[in-house]
C-alpha cells in the first residue's frame, strides 16, 4: 500500500485544508515545521517517514489565481528523489503536454476542474498521468460521463472526498469499495477522513493501493511506526503472493 503525505499551496506557503472550503484555509501551523514554507513542511514530513511520493494541491492555479511554478521547482530541487504528484486544475490539452515537458513531477487531472471528458481519454494511457475523482457530499464534481467510463481511466486513481479533507471523519469506504469494484484493474487511492494507522489498515484490507493523508500526520495521529506496519504488511502481501504456485 502506498501512503502519500498532501501539502496544499497558497500563495507560495503551505495552507491548512479543511473540508474543502478553501477560502478559509490559513498558513499551516504544525509541530513538524518551524515555518509554512514548502521545503521545511516537506522536510518535516519527510521526518516521520521516508515517503518516496508527494502530492501537492496548487490552490492558486486551481483557482486561477496564478501559480506556484516557482515553488514547485524550489521542491525539486531541494528534494530530486521525491515523485510530486501536482493538481493545478489543468484543462486542456497544450497545457497538460507542457506540464508534463516541463517534468516537474506527475501531472493530476482534477474531475473538478474538467469540462468534459476528452482530457483524460486524451492521456488516460500516459505512465505520468493521475486521475482524481472529486467528490462534495454526493455530487460528483465533473462531467459524469467520466465517471460513467472507467475504462477510460489512467492506471491510477484518487477518489477525492473534499468535505472529509481535514475533518477526522474516516475515509469513506462504501464509495472507494464501489469504485474499485466498477474499474478493478485500476489502482485506486483515498483521499480525505484518514486518521490513523486503522483506517489505512482497512483500506488496505479494501484492496485500496493507497492513500492520501495530511492532518493525521502533522497532529501525530498516525506515526512512522504505524505506517512501519504498513508497509511491512504489504511487503509480506507481496512476498507470499510472489511464493504462490503457478496453476
Request: aromatic share 6%; with cysteine.
Amino acid at each position: 500500500m502506498d501512503v502519500i503525505p498532501v501539502i496544499d499551496l497558497k500563495d507560495g506557503v503551505v495552507v491548512h485544508a479543511r473540508m474543502g472550503r478553501r477560502d478559509a484555509y490559513r498558513p499551516i501551523a504544525t509541530p513538524l515545521s518551524p515555518t509554512s514554507a514548502p521545503v521545511d513542511v516537506v522536510r518535516g514530513l519527510l521526518s516521520v517517514y521516508p515517503f518516496t511520493t508527494l502530492y501537492v494541491a496548487d490552490l492558486d492555479a486551481i483557482e486561477r489565481r496564478g501559480n506556484n511554478g516557482e515553488t514547485l521547482r524550489r521542491l525539486r530541487a531541494a528534494f530530486p528523489s521525491l515523485v510530486v504528484w501536482v493538481d493545478s486544475g489543468i484543462a486542456d490539452r497544450r497545457a497538460a503536454e507542457n506540464w508534463l515537458r516541463d517534468g516537474l513531477g506527475h501531472l493530476v487531472l482534477g474531475s473538478e476542474a474538467l469540462p468534459d471528458d476528452a482530457l483524460v481519454h486524451r492521456f488516460s494511457a500516459h505512465p505520468r498521468v493521475v486521475l482524481s475523482l472529486d467528490f462534495r457530499g454526493d455530487r460528483f464534481l465533473g462531467p459524469l460521463t467520466l465517471l460513467d467510463a472507467p475504462q477510460a481511466w489512467p492506471v491510477k486513481v484518487i477518489v477525492m472526498t473534499l468535505a472529509r479533507v481535514g475533518s477526522g471523519a474516516g475515509p469513506d469506504l462504501d464509495r472507494l469499495c464501489a469504485i474499485r469494484a466498477a474499474a478493478p484493474d485500476k489502482q485506486i487511492y483515498a483521499a480525505g477522513g484518514i486518521r490513523n494507522g486503522a483506517d489505512l489498515a482497512a483500506l488496505q484490507e479494501a484492496g485500496i493501493a493507497g492513500a492520501l493523508v495530511a492532518s493525521s500526520l502533522h497532529d501525530g495521529r498516525l506515526s512512522g511506526r504505524d505506517l512501519e506496519r504498513i508497509f511491512n504488511r504489504t511487503a509480506a502481501r507481496s512476498d507470499q503472493t510472489a511464493g504462490m504456485p503457478i496453476r
